[in-house]
């Protein structure tokens, strides 16, 4: 059950962020004038995709998660309060605590690691024989 239960919660977590990222590639100068419109530098928008769709792949697959997931937690809380503070705003304030809890899952998968069924695994059996 805990290999399985892993599995699922790594698909998701990773999913938002892939399919995110895939849209920040389709969308690139939207998304690149919505950041500079919040204050953040476009020029950072390729770091964000490459977070976000490599880092939602690595997941996903269960590679680098504890690093990944820490990496995407902060992410998860900076995009909280960066882009959906507006409280006064009721999706906003759905979205910035959809943010957080992301960021409490990959917390969790930064603290146990990726489980039985990932990349991660495969590597340490094949080093072990």
């Given amino acids: 059950m805990d290999a399985t239960a892993s599995l699922l919660g790594r698909l998701g977590l990773?999913?938002?962020f892939i399919i995110s990222g895939w849209g920040k590639i389709a969308g690139y100068a939207?998304?690149?004038q919505?950041?500079?419109?919040?204050g953040v530098p476009g020029g950072l928008l390729p770091l964000v995709i490459a977070l976000?769709?490599?880092g939602g792949l690595a997941i996903l697959g269960g590679a680098f998660t504890r690093w990944i997931a820490l990496a995407l937690a902060a992410?998860?809380?900076a995009s909280a309060a960066l882009f959906?503070?507006?409280f006064g705003d009721a999706a906003q304030a759905i979205n910035f605590w959809k943010n957080v809890a992301m960021?409490?899952?990959?917390l969790m998968l930064a603290a146990h690691g990726a489980g039985r069924f990932s990349l991660e695994q495969a590597w340490?059996?094949?080093r072990n024989r």
């Fill in 14 to 16: 990773s999913l938002i």
């Fill in 52 to 54: 976000e769709l490599g």
């Fill in 124 to 126: 340490s059996e094949r």
């Fill in 84 to 86: 959906h503070a507006d």
């Fill in 75 to 77: 992410f998860s809380l």
């Fill in 34 to 38: 919505y950041m500079e419109a919040m």
């Fill in 30 to 32: 939207g998304t690149q």
């Fill in 103 to 106: 960021a409490g899952g990959f």
